[in-house]
């Protein structure tokens, strides 16, 4: 069974820092492409970045360019996401997704229970 | 980036009603859409790939069509467990984008 374990939310101040981490199960990690979506509290879907399945390819939303970078363990199973210089409209449930294929596919069939990030003073 | 644009923002509907969402996009997308159901709390589902196609496990009753900039997501026989929001996503170019979303609420 396929599973993706989101953690390492919580409250960070405005230009603070935070690492998301998902952990995955149940399949072949490094076969497939994953990303990261977020929701803003009562708002709709916003892709946040996206990485190949071997980690040489990345993709980043024009809002978190130059501050947030993802990577992955492949050796680890685990997925991440770096956030640097937070601000107040980073705010949102994170979602790791993982997609139906290892190179440029953005189907996201699978995805994580969300973490919650909340910047503010 | 190519805008993607839903209507209705929120209709409401009858259990064994007809309901089609549309989906716009600013720019030629091919077939490169997705369609989503979001229930409340909850992780996004994926229900339609490629505009047209269900994904494994989703009730026949859902549909997606289109091609090109318009796109549209019919269920047929809306069923209690269908009330959530529902979201188109583009993948033909990064950034990916989603609409911004359609909330069916049970009439």
């Known amino acids: 069974e396929v599973q993706l374990l989101d953690s390492g939310g919580g409250l960070v101040q405005p230009g603070g820092s935070l690492r998301l981490s998902c952990a995955a199960s149940?399949?072949?990690?490094?076969?497939?492409?994953m990303s990261w979506v977020r929701q803003a509290p009562g708002k709709g879907l916003e892709w946040v970045s996206a990485?190949?399945?071997?980690?040489?390819?990345?993709y980043y939303a024009d809002s978190v360019k130059g501050r947030f970078t993802i990577s992955r363990d492949n050796s680890n199973n685990t997925l991440y996401l770096q956030m640097n210089s937070l601000r107040a409209e980073d705010t949102a449930v994170y979602y790791c997704?993982?997609?139906?294929?290892?190179?440029?596919?953005?189907?996201?069939?699978?995805w994580g229970q969300g973490t919650l990030v909340t910047v503010s003073s | 980036d190519i805008q993607m644009t839903q209507s209705p923002s929120s209709l409401s509907a009858a259990v064994g009603d007809r309901v089609t969402i549309t989906c716009q996009a600013s720019?030629?997308?091919?077939?490169?859409l997705n369609w989503y159901q979001q229930k409340a709390g909850r992780a996004p589902n994926l229900l339609i790939y490629?505009?047209?196609n269900l994904e494994a496990g989703v009730p026949p009753r859902f549909s997606g069509s289109g091609s090109g900039t318009a796109f549209s997501l019919t269920i047929r026989g809306l069923q209690p467990e269908d009330i959530a929001t529902y979201y188109c996503?583009?993948?033909?170019?990064?950034?990916?984008?989603f609409g911004q979303g359609t909330r069916l609420d049970s009439k």
């Open positions: 997704a993982r997609s139906t294929c290892g190179g440029d596919c953005f189907h996201l069939v699978y």
């Open positions: 149940g399949f072949t990690f490094r076969n497939y492409a």
């Open positions: 990485i190949s399945g071997s980690g040489d390819s990345t």
């Open positions: 720019h030629d997308i091919s077939n490169h």
């Open positions: 490629d505009a047209s």
């Open positions: 996503q583009q993948y033909e170019n990064v950034p990916i984008t």
